[in-house]
């Protein structure tokens, strides 16, 4: 952590949005990775102006479990510190 004498508040606030700038970024790369990976697995051929029934139920299949898995894996190093 860095350390700030004079500036206790000023710096609290900096490292608060620092803080929550990465967690930020973390879920967008989160995001994009289970957009990526589910389109690839359940979109076959060219999208129309909707999904099939069956791409939507891949769809949200594949994001149910992307992200069951995610907090799954979360979990598990919470659990080891």
């Not at 099939?52 to 898995?69: F, G, I, P, T």
Request: with cysteine; proline share 1%; net charge positive.
């Amino acid at each position: 952590m860095v350390k700030c004498l004079h500036l206790t508040n000023f710096c609290s606030a900096i490292l608060d949005f620092l803080q929550q700038e990465k967690e930020r970024a973390m879920i967008n790369e989160m995001v994009g990775k289970l957009t990526s990976a589910c389109w690839d697995k359940c979109i076959t051929g060219t999208p129309g102006s909707k999904f099939s029934s069956s791409e939507s139920n891949c769809l949200s299949n594949c994001a149910q479990r992307y992200m069951e898995m995610s907090l799954m894996i979360v979990k598990r190093f919470q659990s080891m510190q």
